[in-house]
Nanobody, 118 residues
């Protein structure tokens, strides 16, 4: 079990950018970002292994970039060219694998940070 704390959410206009951060209390195999809008399912958007290998949801590929600072146990998500469809609560998560479509793989969840695009 790892404690996760997200930050960096906020309100931006369409086409704008935002950078999220997630501080973890310890090391893990894969760190991921999920998002969920009200009344919709939670969906994985990006993940990164400790090795640096990354995975993305197709709809964010080329716009979002996930990275990590291993020394600080911190995960980042740079989001560019945001659209209204990106509006959601964004959650940091850890898991054994970078499986963006498998919620059962998640070991720990952050509290979430809201991203609103208008």
């Amino acid at each position: 079990h790892v404690q996760l704390v997200e930050s960096g959410g906020g309100s931006v206009q369409a086409g704008g950018s935002l950078r999220l951060a997630c501080e973890a209390s310890g090391n893990t195999y894969c760190m991921m970002w999920f998002r969920q809008a009200p009344g919709k399912e939670r969906t994985g958007v990006a993940g990164i292994y400790s090795s640096g290998e990354t995975y993305y949801l197709d709809s964010v590929k080329g716009r979002f970039a996930v990275s990590q600072d291993n020394a600080k146990n911190t995960l980042y998500l740079r989001m560019n060219n945001l659209t209204a469809e990106d509006t959601a609560m964004y959650y940091c998560a850890t898991g054994r694998y970078c499986q963006l479509s498998n919620l059962a793989n998640v070991d720990s969840w952050g509290q979430g940070t809201q991203v609103t695009v208008s």
